[in-house]
């Protein structure tokens, strides 16, 4: 209902991973930069981790887009709750295998086989597991020896993990100190500070075609921090509350009283 009157051409706080809507607070930068020279330099593993709703899917777009499609070939894994079978599979899928194997060694000689055509084309493949968190200890394993797949001067598949701080925990098992001992580049995102969450919010309203309204109050702002810790899918949520609140009083300026409204919504929504 808002968007007209304050002249936006999309909504502000939606809470979709666009990358067109991300911001590049310092950790996240860094992140980006991170996965990029990680897999410009073919480092091999690569992790991410962030709290739940930082971001790390949007960042992880963002990083799709960015790479060169003339040199790499992609595979997304957004849902890693699969045995390794059901994880060869979707992978050979993602790069475009229509007819596959049924056992584990014929998966893996067919990946073997697919990923040496690739790089010999000047291709690179890059794998991406997202809540890497989820996946299980057999399934990590297969994703290691996968990372054994090389020729005399390179590996063959570049692996990037992106997951919730569980991951760290799942990671620093005993028993996968070999995958541990293979992670080169390891970055993780924070929440916003206050100062950043000011400069996320007028982010998305100008993204979102905004021209200066409405006006965020500094105790606005202070109270929007208080009660999201800087989670950005926190934050949409509550801003797209607030906005409302705002505009059913037909003003420019979100206010302490608007938030609190909002909050009052989001906690009997939650209840």
Known sequence: ????????????????????????????????????????????????????????????????????????????????????NQMLRAILQELGEAEMGDDPHSLVLQMQRLLLERIEKGRDIVLIVDEAQNLSFEVLEQIRLLSNLETDKQKLLQIVLMGQPELKDLLSREELRQLRQRILVHCEITPLSRKELSHYIQHRLTRAGGNGRPHFTPWALWMIHRYTHGIPRIVNNLCDKSLLSAYIRDSDVVTFKDVRRAIRDLKTLIN
């Open 1 to 84: 209902m808002y968007q007209n009157f304050y002249g936006f051409t999309e909504m502000p706080f939606n809470i979709t991973p666009d990358p067109k809507f991300l911001y590049l607070s310092p950790t996240h930068q860094e992140a980006l930069q991170h996965l990029k020279f990680g897999v410009e330099q073919r480092k091999g593993f690569i992790v991410v981790v962030g709290e739940v709703g930082c971001g790390k899917t949007t960042l992880c777009r963002r990083f799709l887009n960015e790479l060169d499609t003339e040199r790499f070939d992609t595979a997304l894994i957004v849902n890693p709750r699969v045995n390794e």
